[in-house]
């Protein structure tokens, strides 16, 4: 079985920080782009980064920008959400997801594979 597995999430104050990670179980992340979404009820699923494995570059929106980072881990199986200053806005379920294609996986939100999500809820 091919899956993603998200875990880091939890409850924490406002301006606090935590990290998220991404495990793939039955293959490596060397070769697929990855993504990260947060979808609050009520909301639209959000994109908050995206790292393209053929660039090395790594897309932020600005709702995100400067307070999260995605990280690729050395044993090639894993990624990471960092994410600092956190707001009561950033409250969520957060989703790993990695594809092949940069445009369908960032711009379609149709990934090869998603994670089954990590609630983060900031509140004082």
């Known amino acids: 079985q091919l899956q993603l597995v998200e875990s880091g999430g939890g409850v924490v104050q406002p301006g606090g920080s935590l990290r998220l990670s991404c495990a793939a179980s039955?293959?490596?992340?060397?070769?697929?782009?990855i993504a990260w979404f947060r979808q609050a009820p009520g909301r639209e699923r959000e994109g908050i980064a995206c790292?393209?494995?053929?660039?090395?570059?790594?897309f932020y929106p600005e709702s995100v920008k400067g307070r999260f980072t995605l990280s690729r881990g050395d044993a090639k199986t894993t990624a990471y959400l960092q994410m600092d200053n956190l707001k009561p806005e950033d409250t969520g379920v957060y989703y790993c997801?990695?594809?092949?294609?940069?445009?369908?996986?960032?711009?379609?939100?149709?990934?090869?594979?998603w994670g089954q999500g990590t609630q983060v809820t900031v509140s004082s």
């Open positions: 790292s393209s494995y053929s660039t090395g570059s790594t």
């Open positions: 997801a990695v594809g092949r294609n940069f445009e369908r996986l960032w711009g379609d939100e149709e990934p090869d594979y």
């Open positions: 039955g293959f490596t992340l060397e070769h697929y782009h």
